[in-house]
């Protein structure tokens, strides 16, 4: 018994290093949420900023796809087996090592497609909504309220229903999202 506790009380080869990667994972994604949404926001004021109805629902429609797209990666990664990316590994798939990395990180991937980047679509996506009920109701001389009121209802609908969809997508084909991503990121990389 004294023995057990002695030994559960000694930190493991390595745990160290383990534990200064993890202290440095909140500071990094809260500067990458930082960046994500000024990247976003900056986006959405200069395509906003002469455009007309057609353009302004159309970026709108964009970040909810975008936060759509990005949650289904998040589930994928979270709920995909890494046997199938074994065997493409044996055969040489080149991104096939991108795919391990991801599900080994899946906790990360998750945070930062689901939270970071979804939430920043969500919040961009409502000042995009804001400012097209803004120039709706000064253009048409519209109800502001039941303006806002059908709009916020729309977005949420779209990003909810689109969620759900997305959800199930992910679940049913984590296997082949999580390998398209991989291609993607592998060909990022060479370039």
């Not at 996506?125 to 001389?141: H, K, N, P, Q, Y």
């Amino acid at each position: 018994m004294e023995n057990q506790k002695k030994a559960r009380a000694k930190k493991a080869p390595g745990s160290e290093k383990g534990q200064k990667k993890r202290d440095y994972w909140v500071p990094k994604i809260f500067f990458m949420s930082i960046v994500i949404s000024a990247v976003f926001s900056l986006v959405s004021s200069n395509v906003l900023e002469g455009a007309g109805y057609i353009v302004a629902f159309l970026l709108l429609m964009a970040f909810i796809l975008i936060g759509i797209l990005f949650d289904v990666v998040g589930v994928s990664v979270t709920v995909a087996d890494e046997r199938p990316f074994h065997s493409m590994a044996a055969h040489r798939e080149k991104s096939a090592s991108c795919a391990l990395r991801l599900i080994r990180n899946a906790e990360k991937v998750s945070s930062v497609c689901n939270d970071v980047v979804g939430d920043i679509s969500g919040i961009v996506s409502g000042s995009t909504a804001a400012v097209i009920v803004t120039r709706l109701c000064a253009s048409f001389d519209l109800d502001s309220v039941l303006m806002s009121l059908v709009i916020s209802a729309l977005v949420s609908g779209l990003t909810i229903g689109g969620k759900a969809i997305g959800k199930k997508i992910a679940i049913n084909n984590s296997t082949q999202v999580v390998h398209t991503v991989s291609r993607v990121i592998y060909m990022v990389r060479r370039k």
